[in-house]
């Protein structure tokens, strides 16, 4: 079983920075990509950032120039620093990661239970 534990959720001013956090743990062989996702009230769940084991990322539009993942492949843990927030940043933020288990090479998609980000006006 591949977990997810996810950091660094909060309340915060619009303007101010959070740093999520993401460590991934168990029966891990390899992890080919890990990512961040959001899904604000009466929305759909989207892709905030994405980073793959060789480090190439992908952003979603609206946080380019904002937000920065990054990642440390030999603790499979992925970061996003969110810089400059807004009120259309509150979300429940999830952390995944896709990979093979040492179980038989199975391949994995693991996400976290979800961390809340809220940004006041």
């Known amino acids: 079983q591949v977990q997810l534990v996810e950091s660094g959720g909060g309340l915060v001013q619009a303007g101010g920075s959070l740093r999520l956090s993401c460590a991934a743990s168990g029966s891990i062989l390899s992890i080919n990509a890990m990512g961040w996702y959001r899904q604000g009230s009466g929305k759909e769940r989207e892709l905030v950032a994405r980073?793959?084991?060789?480090?190439?990322?992908n952003y979603a539009d609206s946080v380019k120039g904002r937000f920065t993942i990054s990642r440390d492949n030999a603790k499979n843990t992925v970061h996003l620093q969110m810089n400059s927030l807004k009120p259309e940043d509150t979300a429940v933020y999830y952390c995944n990661a896709d990979g093979r288990s040492t179980l038989y090479y199975r391949a994995f998609t693991s996400w976290g239970q979800g961390t809340q980000v809220t940004v006041s006006s």
């Open positions: 980073i793959s084991s060789s480090g190439n990322t």
